[in-house]
C-alpha cells in the first residue's frame, strides 16, 4: 500500500469538486444494491470513464459502459485525474474506471477486496475530498490482522502489489473535519484498469 497523505492541493481539491459537480448532471448519484439480497448500500455512486462500477440484486457487482437509471454512457476522465494514474499508478495503461463513492456522514463500507477487474497487476488509486475517514486495511485473506488510519482531503492512496488484493473498508467519517464540501459528508474517488491492455 502506497499512501501520499496531501497529495492534492486545495486547489486541486476545488477544481475536482467542480468536475465532479459537472459530471453529476449528466450521471447523478445512485444508490447500489447488494447481490442476492438487494439491501442498499450506504455510500451512492457514479463513475467517470469507458467502465463504471456498480452493484444490484439482479447482476451483482461489474462493470458496464452505461449508468444504471439514465442508460447513457458515463462522463469522460477529467484530466486531473489522468495525470493522478500516471503519476501514483505508474502503469503503463490508462484508466477505464473512476468510481466515485459519496459518504453522507453515517455511512460506511464493510471489508472488502476489489477482485471485479480482470487486469489484477493494475493498482487501484484512491482519491479522497471532504471529511476524514477511518479507513482499515488488512491481508488477503478476511481474517488476516487490519490496521486503520485515517484519510483526510486531498490524500492519495495505491493498492498495488502485495495489497492489490488487501482486504479494506471504511468503519467510520468524522463530521465536520473539512470546509471542502458545504453540507458535509466524504467523497472517495478510485482509479481502475478494469481490462488486460
Ligand atoms: O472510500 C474509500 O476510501 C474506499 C472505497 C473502496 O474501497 C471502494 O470503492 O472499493
Ligand atoms: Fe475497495
Redo the contacts with the bound molecule.
Sequence with gaps: MKFSPGYLSRDEQSSLLEALRAALVEAPLFTPTMPRTGKPFS?RMTNFGPLG?LSDQEGGYRYQATHPTTGRPWPAMPDILLRVWNEIGGYPAPPEAC?V?W?EPTAR?GL?Q?RDEQDLAAP?V?L?LGDT?L?RIGGAKRTDPTRSFR?CSGDA?ALAAESRLSF???DRIYPGTSTLLASGG?I?L?LRRVTKP
Design positions: 455510500v462500477w468510481l463513492n459518504y463500507m472488502h476489489d487501484v484512491s479522497s475517514a479507513f484519510l492512496m479494506h473498508g471504511v466524504r472517495n478510485t
